[in-house]
Nanobody
């Protein structure tokens, strides 16, 4: 499985950005695809995930109401829509995946994720 993240950039506070994670080489019927981020000087944290089979998702409190995750099965791509961005959202964003039962993606358990894409830098600053 290969994952390719894209869409990072510089955005002002309150702005929006969409990240994409293009996947290839899927073997299993269902995967959990998650987004992790690593802020400067901090540990990497999982923030949101989606189950490719049924579209169910999980997200952490810090991004609820601002971030959404979606998938386009035809394109094998997962999108992270980030709205009302804050300076504390700054960091390198990684998409990752593991084979999972539909409906059971876990956003924060990094140990579950077997496949990782390269990072996409998101900078929120005025």
């Amino acid at each position: 499985v290969q994952l390719q993240a894209s869409g990072g950039g510089l955005v002002q506070p309150g702005g929006s950005l969409r990240l994409s994670c293009a996947a290839s080489g899927f073997i299993e019927a269902n995967y959990a695809i998650g987004w992790f981020r690593q802020a400067p000087g901090k540990e990497r944290e999982g923030i949101i995930c989606i189950s490719t089979g049924d579209g169910s998702s999980e997200l952490v409190d810090s991004v609820k109401g601002r971030f959404t995750i979606s998938r386009d099965a035809a394109k094998n791509t997962v999108y992270l829509q980030m709205n009302n961005l804050k300076p504390e959202d700054t960091g390198v964003y990684y998409c990752a995946a593991y084979g999972a039962t539909p409906g059971l993606c876990q956003a924060t358990r990094e140990v579950l994720y077997d496949f990782w894409g390269q990072g996409a830098l998101v900078t929120v600053s005025s």
